[in-house]
Nanobody, 124 residues
Framework: QVQLVESGGGLVQAGGSLRLSCAAS????????MGWFRQAPGKEREFVAA????????SYGDFVKGRFTISRDNGKNTVYLQMNSLKPEDTAVYYC?????????????????WGQGTQVTVSS
């Protein structure tokens, strides 16, 4: 059974940093694109970042503007999201997901498996 477990969320002041982790099990995820999305109350799920299977190609949402970095450790079946210069508008539940389709996509519908999410709250 496929399982994705996020961790690392929490409460941080504006300008601070957090590092999210997503541990995958049940498949050889090193073959697949992994991504991060977020969803704030009353808003649609939003693409944050994705990394190709090799780690050599990444994509980010327009709002990131160099503040976040996605990376992966295929030996540990884990993907990370380093978030710096956090803003109150970054407050949301952050989800990791796996796209088994082969190419990076920003569309949630393209992703096949999802974690349960981790809350990130940024205070002003």
């Amino acid at each position: 059974q496929v399982q994705l477990v996020e961790s690392g969320g929490g409460l941080v002041q504006a300008g601070g940093s957090l590092r999210l982790s997503c541990a995958a099990s049940g498949r050889t995820f090193s073959r697949y694109t992994m991504g991060w999305f977020r969803q704030a109350p009353g808003k649609e799920r939003e693409f944050v970042a994705a990394v190709a299977w090799s780690g050599g190609f990444t994509s980010y949402g327009d709002f990131v503007k160099g503040r976040f970095t996605i990376s992966r450790d295929n030996g540990k079946n884990t993907v990370y999201l380093q978030m710096n210069s956090l803003k109150p508008e970054d407050t949301a539940v952050y989800y990791c997901a796996v796209d088994m389709g082969g190419t990076i996509s920003k569309l949630p519908v393209r992703y096949d498996y999802w974690g349960q999410g981790t809350q990130v709250t940024v205070s002003s």
